[in-house]
């Protein structure tokens, strides 16, 4: 779900703790949370809220270069190395 997010220009919230809070934080893009902390999730839709304009927009400008790099099968790569790891 968080790489079609991307590719949709869909504001994502993930977990500090996953390999998709390194994308989201490099490309400005979404919103990271401590999973170790039980509100964590909560802060993070408050600052969702908080930051709505600018996340939004930077998602619809990031969402086109994100599909003209990285094709399903690209995806299918990403995924797996997180996997792994």
Same mark, same amino acid.
């Given at each position: 779900?968080?790489? /079609?997010? +991307?590719?949709?220009? *869909?504001?994502?919230i993930?977990?500090d703790? &996953?390999?998709?809070?390194?994308?989201?934080? /490099?490309?400005?893009?979404? *919103?990271?949370?401590?999973?170790?902390?039980?509100?964590?999730?909560?802060?993070? &839709?408050?600052? +969702? *809220? %908080? %930051?709505? %304009?600018?996340l939004?927009?930077?998602?619809?400008?990031?969402?086109?270069?994100?599909? /003209?790099?990285?094709?399903?099968?690209?995806?299918?790569?990403?995924? /797996?190395?997180?996997?792994?790891?």
């Amino acid at each position: 779900m968080f790489f /079609e997010a +991307l590719s949709d220009a *869909i504001v994502p919230i993930v977990p500090d703790n &996953t390999s998709m809070a390194a994308v989201a934080r /490099e490309a400005q893009v979404g *919103i990271v949370y401590d999973a170790g902390d039980p509100a964590g999730l909560t802060n993070a &839709t408050k600052g +969702l *809220i %908080d %930051d709505l %304009d600018r996340l939004a927009s930077a998602s619809r400008e990031f969402a086109p270069v994100w599909r /003209e790099k990285n094709t399903p099968s690209r995806v299918l790569d990403l995924l /797996e190395t997180a996997w792994a790891s």
